[in-house]
């Protein structure tokens, strides 16, 4: 069992990356085989595919007309005019040249982040579970056709319109068709046609959710046919809001225009003042207002996010909803699961125990048919005869299916059923015959809140029933034990002290109960029949702790996060394994649900004293998780929770971050969460932290650098003009310098990668505004040094008698330095420029040799030079401005020095 031996071991094989095309045998005549694929392949060219009619994606043309859909153009296009109007072609053409060349930039941009989202939408396809050619199978929901056979479970979004042919206990949720909240009862057509029952009943409806319960149902109507497309249809295309982080650079980018806004009025007034052109008061507004109104942040922002999106899919976290990538890396506290998240979920059972104590120990193998059960002091033939009836009890209540392929055993559905059919098989209990020997009647299926599984089977002339599920519950269920075929009085104080030791090695324990019980003439069967059992024994299962689990939990405390494990299993269980995966807790940090409820019963406070405490929470239901999440959200912290099941919904979406399996989650767990990791592990979630924390670092070095330069643009002005100098740079000047330090820089920037330091620092608080001290203090004196600088430098080469033109050349050139010495000082926050390596980021390095270059080429460029009013500069000239310019990297240098020295 080589290459699928994994396959044996994993829960539901949802993730479709890795599992498409996994096939269930079904068991022979319990269901209908459904279509073949050939018939189905036919309907779907006929009928058109299962998807709702979609809004078509925005072309590439569109995007770029919208570049021009924004004041500052309209500013630049009407400076365009007026270039015009006064004969002046050679500033007209170039003002439309940089608006051109903005717009296939900005286009470039958005079309980056469409397609990154584009590209995670994909990666959500809806899968259905379908049954066809007599195989049950998942398949991509958009390709069901009317006549398949689809199979619902709890957690399930329903893929099409069904008409039910089978329901246990199935229950839905329509609040999405019908605003009600309440859980809807479900019914096959027959069992309707018995009980009075409306139309409704025996269908659901595509869009809905299966909140409890199975059921098979045929599909009646796909894509715009179904109830829900109709609706659709009515409501046309659902409006994309912005991440708040966009909202939030909106606001402040709007900010800064009012602000740049009212210093070029007051500039203006002081030219008219002075006595200046008005034509040439107006091209300074224009030249000013687009250089230092930072109208790219928001986009360029938007491709950080993109590219941290990108980052983390590789790393298997897919982000759901963009604001997440930021708040990922503000969290304090993770509440994760046990089983598939901190352990591998491969469970084996490995240990067996008979109510008389008997032990029993099971090979691991993965080749089912070469491994046994024994015992010490018997034959493997007897241990086999002693264990039978446990087995049977694991066997049957059971929903997993196991099969020989080729290559090995394939097991599918829940990991703990597929353990125990493995054991079954190891034990001489072949699941397929004995689930023809005994004929199913009816079923209780597993659901986390009732921690048990039960089936009724028709033996002869009587029913029995067989339970399995954690030990307390069971032995509640029973009056007796089996001891070598007799039933004898339970000594239930035993059965736990027994269940304790095996769940202080780590084992997740399950028990087996069985009783007989007359038949019910109308055929139902439920909980009511669970008393007077007769209890079988215990088996213990082993999941080992993911490899990787205990460093990430090291990288978490280091990082300042607190890890806390929610699981459903027992206290013991959750102690042993929380030891190994080096959670750091004390026995009395150890509660349980029935601790939680008794807290919750003192009111929130009384609650969130217990969750000040608690790092484990063992035996909680899932409807306390919620609760959990809510209480530590109260005490200060920000929670990133994990969930799969469809009760883990509300944790998830009521946590700061709701973190859902990609392969065991159900389909409803992904759509409450804000992110999804692909591959379950405990390990991801840690590094999606790095990674958010890093897309937060990247949008602070961006709006630092754009912030800084526009401000010392505006200082130079701000100087100038009041102490009576000429325009220090040209309008087109100023156009070009905006081109050549921000246009692709503030991305370059935007894609820097981590310092390797992120997880050494306790979470930013999410309140924490993005203009922070240190940003301040830091923008402040950055401004002074590149505003005063080049004031000074102005007045200086005027002074000396420069023309007026040779000034601007220089100073112009001087500024192109400064901003682009600036995109590398802003490559780290804390640490120099040349920790990072500078040539870590090729595209940074690129743009700004790029625009070096330009600017030196345009220098010679006929008719470049004089609508610039450039003029090649000699090489010493050049060293000196350069050598100026170093002034603004040794000083933000310094401070970062000092503020590393501050804060050890
Ligand atoms: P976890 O938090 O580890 O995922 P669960 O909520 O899945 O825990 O399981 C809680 C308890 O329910 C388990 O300790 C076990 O006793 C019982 N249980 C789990 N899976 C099954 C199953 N397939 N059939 C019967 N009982 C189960
Ligand atoms: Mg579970």
Known sequence: MQNRSSALQTDRPRSHEEHSGTRDRVDPGHVPPGLTTAQANARLAEVGRNVLPQAAPRSVAAVFLRQFLSPLIYILLAAAAVSLALGDLKDALFIG?????????????????????????????????????????????????PGDLVVLEAGNRVPADLELTSAIDLQCDESLLTGESLPVRKLSACDASNAPASARQCLTFAGTVVLRGRGHGIVVATGAATQIGRIARELGRESISQPPLILRLQRFSRLIAVAVGVAVALLVLVGMLRGMALRELFMMSVGLAVSAIPEGLPVAISVALAISMRRMAKAHVIVRKMPAVESLGSCTMIATDKTGTLTMNELVVTDIRLPDGTAFCCDVGHDLDNCTIRAAGTTDHDARTRVAALLRAAALPNEAQLSRERDGWTGTGDSVDVALLAAAHKGGTVANEIRQRYPLVARIPYEPDLRYAASFHRHEETIRVFVKGAPETLIAMCDQADVRGHAVPIRREGLLREKAALAAQGLRVLAFAEGTIDAEPDGSYGHGHLVNLTFLGMAGMKDPVRPEVPDAIRRCYSAGIDVAMVTGDDPLTASAIGAQAGLRFTTDQVVTGEQVRQAESKGPHGLDQLTRRARIYARVSPDQKLSIVLSL?????????????????????????????????????????????????????????????????????VIFMVVSTGAAEMVLFLLAIPLGLPMPLLPVQLLWLNLVTNGIQDVALATEHAEGDELSYPARKPREPIFDRVMIRRICYSTLVMGVGGFATFYWLLDRGYPLNEARNQLLLLFVLFENLQTFSSRSERHSVFRQGVFANPMLVVSVLAAQLLHIAAMYIPGLSDTLGLTPVSATTWAGLLSLALTLTIAVELDKWWSRRCKL
């Open 633 to 701: 959200a109260r005490t200060g912290h920000f929670v990133a929770v994990t969930g799969d099941g469809v009760n883990d919904a509300p944790a998830l979406k009521h946590a700061h971050v709701g973190v859902a399996m990609g392969r065991k989650g159900t389909e409803v767990a992904k759509e409450s969460a804000d992110i999804v990791l692909t591959d379950d592990n405990f390990a991801s979630i840690v590094n999606g932290i790095n990674e958010g924390r890093v897309a937060y670092a990247n949008i602070r070095k």
């Open 97 to 145: 040249a940089v608006l051109l060349i903005n717009g296939v930039i900005g286009t470039a941009q958005e079309h980056t982040a469409d397609k990154a989202a584009v590209a995670l939408r994909r990666m959500e396809q809806p899968r259905a579970t379908v049954i066809r050619d007599g195989i049950q199978q998942e398949i991509d929901a958009s390709t069901l056709v």
